[in-house]
């Protein structure tokens, strides 16, 4: 079992923040000044900067303020790395699909990012323990994810698109619960 004193896991739950906070200025970018270039939220859309600087500053105060909570409790000592990396996987799906196709899937992300990751990790400590049913149901949750994602690439499968994002939500939470087991 890996014992992670607490300073590395604020340093884990910070890493973990700044890049969701990276995340969601691209995201938030797109959905206000329809371009995730920094030229054009700065030169061209000025009048949107605030809502892309509230809404990234919504998701930095949301994470360090569970983040503190996280490195207290005792019910995710256990669990943590475990929890860390499903959180690091799917946030760099998301991210690596921000960057892809930000015009499809930026809603989607901002939904994720205000709460849904942060619902998954509340789930994660309730069923610690070691079943095969929960490593089926991160690693399951985690391709059908990145499945959900690559749907959006499909030219034919763009017309569902809204039918993805509660398949993606779940998913989401599903990796987290998952992740959250005893070694």
Not at 48 to 67: C, D, K, P, R
Not at 143 to 172: D, K, N
Request: net charge positive; aromatic share 14%; charged share 10%.
């Amino acid at each position: 079992m890996y014992k992670l004193d607490r300073s590395h896991k604020a340093l884990l739950l910070l890493a973990s923040v700044v890049l969701k906070s990276f995340l969601m200025s691209i995201v938030s970018s797109y959905v206000f000044c329809g371009s995730i270039n920094p030229y054009v939220l700065f030169f061209h859309c000025i009048n949107n900067v605030a809502f892309v600087g509230v809404s990234t500053a919504a998701v930095a105060l949301i994470g360090a303020f569970f983040g503190y909570y996280i490195i207290k409790l005792k019910p995710f000592d256990s669990i943590f790395p475990n929890l860390m990396m499903g959180d690091f996987i799917v946030t760099a799906m998301y991210f690596g699909a921000s960057f892809s196709a930000p015009s499809i899937i930026a809603s989607k992300v901002m939904i994720w990012l205000f709460g849904v990751w942060i619902l998954g990790m509340l789930l994660a400590p309730f069923n610690k323990e070691r079943t095969i049913l929960k490593k089926v149901t991160e690693y399951g949750a985690m391709v059908a994810l990145g499945t959900l994602l690559t749907a959006h690439f499909i030219p034919i499968l763009q017309e569902y698109e809204s039918s993805y994002t509660i398949g993606m939500m779940v998913s989401s939470v599903l990796s987290l619960f998952g992740a959250g087991r005893d070694k």
